[in-house]
Structure formats: structure tokens, C-alpha cells
């Protein structure tokens, strides 16, 4: 049988995104760009997650360049990756900000051997997307333009099903940031794929504006997530 692990690990090496995008937006897929990607996110995954639990699910919006755009674990930069969880990345340095936030929430929930055991983190849209902006190519989010939602819908449906399919708990999903929880409600009603939404704001939003209410984030999310 198969573990959770391996699971991951196959739905990653065949990720890939071959339909339409509005014109000035790409898709970035790290797994293709760097082979040190797939190389880390198969040594994360079967450190954390060899085994065949059943996990509860938070839900991102879409990798950042930065984060699992390089890594290929969610809201993990190379720092993160090195300092916590030990893996080392030669070809990559990144300071992602939102991995700030999910690590220090991490380590209050118990470290992230508990914390893994227990959650599984990913997204509808599982890789980076980017938009021109003034000649440069800066972080975009599925949900920032019509068109692009549309075009990525049904891709981002399959995934969701795909990752549930790890053998997630559906009676509730977690989902980061309130305009990706509007979107992910309307996939939900499509498609029936969770019980429950619960929101959590999003860790860019809460690292940029709510700095300082830090730790009162960071215990809204323990309680949600361990259900307390």
C-alpha cells in the first residue's frame, strides 16, 4: 500500500498546468524548473508524512515564487526548510514571508513532526502563478482576474479531488485568507468536496498588517485546527 508520502510525491511529479491563461500570466512549475526541487519535496514528504493517516486539510490559494514555488512544500521557504525541518536546499535561497508566520505557528502547535502528523497543506491552484506588471513578472493569485479563475477552474477542481483523495478528512476544510474562502465556497457548491469551511486569515495578511496581534493569530489557528 501506498503511503500518504508516496502519494504526494507521484501527484507532484506529474503536476502540470497545459491550459488556457489570460494573455500576461504564466505558470511557474518548480518540479520542471529545478530537478533540487523534486529532490527536497520527496525528502520533506517522506520525513513528515510516511505513513497512511488520515490528515485534516489547509488550504493556500497558490504557491509564491518564494515559498513552494522553489521548495516544492507548501508556505516553506529554504530557510524554513534548513532551520526546521532539516533539509538543506544548495541551489535556492529564499525569505518567504508567510512561511514566517506558519513556522511560528508550528512550533507553538507542538513542532512540526506533530503538527504534520496531524495537517496536510496544499492548494487548489498547486503552482505558482505569475503576471507582468511594468515589464516585470511579480506574484499573482488565481482569483485575481475573471478570466483566469475561469480558466483554471476545472483544473483546480480536479486537484482538490485529487488531494482529498490522499485520504484527507472532508467533515472541514481550513482555508487561508476570506477572498480565497469566497471562491473555494463557490468550487464547493460545484463539486461537494467538503463538509464545512473554516476560515483563517491568511499568514501574508496577518506578518504585513496584524504584526503586532501575532500570537492571538497564532492561537486562533491551534484552536481551530486541533478543535478545541
Not at 8 to 30: A, H, I
Request: proline share 4%.
Amino acid at each position: 500500500m501506498k503511503t500518504f508520502a508516496d502519494q504526494v510525491t507521484q501527484f507532484n511529479r506529474n503536476l502540470k498546468y497545459s491550459g488556457k491563461l489570460p494573455d500576461n500570466f504564466q505558470v511557474l512549475n518548480p518540479y520542471l524548473d529545478n530537478p533540487e526541487t523534486m529532490m527536497v519535496m520527496e525528502k520533506f514528504y517522506q520525513k513528515y508524512y510516511n505513513d497512511s493517516n488520515q490528515r485534516k486539510f489547509l488550504v493556500g490559494i497558490n504557491p509564491s515564487r518564494h515559498g513552494a514555488g522553489v521548495t516544492g512544500v507548501p508556505f516553506t521557504d529554504t530557510k524554513r526548510l534548513d532551520s526546521v525541518c532539516g533539509i538543506k536546499m544548495e541551489s535556492a535561497h529564499t525569505h518567504e514571508i508567510s512561511s514566517v508566520f506558519i513556522y511560528d505557528m508550528i512550533q507553538s502547535y507542538g513542532g512540526a513532526e506533530v503538527f504534520y502528523k496531524d495537517i496536510y497543506i496544499n492548494s487548489p491552484f498547486p503552482l505558482a502563478i505569475v503576471r507582468k506588471s511594468k515589464g516585470n513578472w511579480i506574484n499573482a493569485n488565481y482569483y485575481d482576474d475573471k478570466e483566469l479563475f475561469r480558466d483554471v477552474k476545472d483544473f483546480m477542481i480536479d486537484s482538490l479531488k485529487k488531494h482529498i483523495s490522499l485520504n484527507l478528512d472532508t467533515s472541514e476544510v481550513f482555508i487561508l485568507g476570506k477572498k480565497n474562502a469566497e471562491f473555494i465556497s463557490k468550487l464547493n457548491q460545484e463539486a461537494d468536496l467538503f463538509d464545512k469551511l473554516t476560515v483563517l486569515e491568511h499568514p501574508r495578511y496577518i506578518q504585513q498588517y496584524k504584526s503586532k496581534e501575532k500570537d492571538l493569530y497564532i492561537d486562533k489557528y491551534i484552536l481551530a485546527l486541533k478543535n478545541i
